[in-house]
T-cell receptor
Framework: NAGVMQNPRHLVRRRGQEARLRCSPM?????VYWYRQLPEEGLKFMVY????????ESGMPKERFSAEFPKEGPSILRIQQVVRGDSAAYFCASSDGQGGTEAFFGQGTRLTVV | GESVGLHLPTLSVQEGDNSIINCAYSNSASDYFIWYKQESGKGPQFIID?????DKRQGQRVTVLLNKTVKHLSLQIAATQPGDSAVYFCAENPSNSGGYQKVTFGIGTKLQVIP
């Protein structure tokens, strides 16, 4: 399966803990997007990364949230000291970075903060 | 433009009727557009795309219309079925400039099919 893989699918964290969400892009894709989605709401852009570079992080909260896409391995979205308001579905998409092509989505990670 | 944390508009349609979902885009330079379908609990999936050198493209039971003059896209679903119930997003990915290209999503529309 060469699709976008996200893990874990479900993640439960207590307030104050750290959450790490992983995304492996489609084979051949070097660009990754992260989105957050609250129930009954649309996709909210968070960050756009290329291998080893953050291209656009205009949607990322200034504190507690960080993202990386290392040369080797998956992209990681890290949320430190989670709060209940961080509970949401986090989706990753990948593209080949070229204009005029589609982005492919993973199945998402559903984070629940208790 | 970019999606924001707003509640989704909802379209309710009787089973068997045709559905029309609309989307406005902001970048007049955009030349490639995509419609995604997101079922409950799943990630968005590609439905159909269209390039700006076309104003209409048809797939199986779906048609996308592009009006570049008013920067408007629509997705038409023929003979809507219960399985079409989902959230539908439009997206744009301009190909007219160098460097990276960021895919930008619309807010989405929730389609409810009434049996």
């Amino acid at each position: 399966n060469a699709g976008v893989m996200q893990n874990p699918r479900h993640l439960v964290r207590r307030r104050g803990q750290e959450a790490r969400l992983r995304c492996s892009p489609m084979k051949g894709h070097s660009h990754v997007y992260w989105y957050r989605q609250l129930p009954e709401e649309g996709l909210k852009f968070m960050v756009y990364l290329q291998k080893e570079n953050i291209i656009d992080e205009s949607g990322m909260p200034k504190e507690r949230f960080s993202a990386e896409f290392p040369k080797e391995g998956p992209s990681i979205l890290r949320i430190q000291q989670v709060v209940r308001g961080d509970s949401a579905a986090y989706f990753c998409a990948s593209s080949d970075g070229q204009g005029g092509t589609e982005a492919f989505f993973g199945q998402g990670t559903r984070l629940t903060v208790v | 433009g970019e999606s924001v944390g707003l509640h989704l508009p909802t379209l309710s349609v009787q089973e068997g009727d045709n559905s029309i979902i609309n989307c406005a885009y902001s970048n007049s330079a955009s030349d490639y557009f995509i419609w995604y379908k997101q079922e409950s609990g799943k990630g968005p999936q590609f439905i159909i795309d269209i390039r700006s050198n076309m104003d209409k493209r048809q797939g199986q039971r779906v048609t996308v219309l592009l009006n570049k003059t008013v920067k408007h896209l629509s997705l038409q679903i023929a003979a809507t079925q219960p399985g079409d119930s989902a959230v539908y997003f439009c997206a744009e990915n301009p190909s007219n400039s160098g460097g990276y290209q960021k895919v930008t999503f619309g807010i989405g529309t929730k389609l409810q099919v009434i049996p």
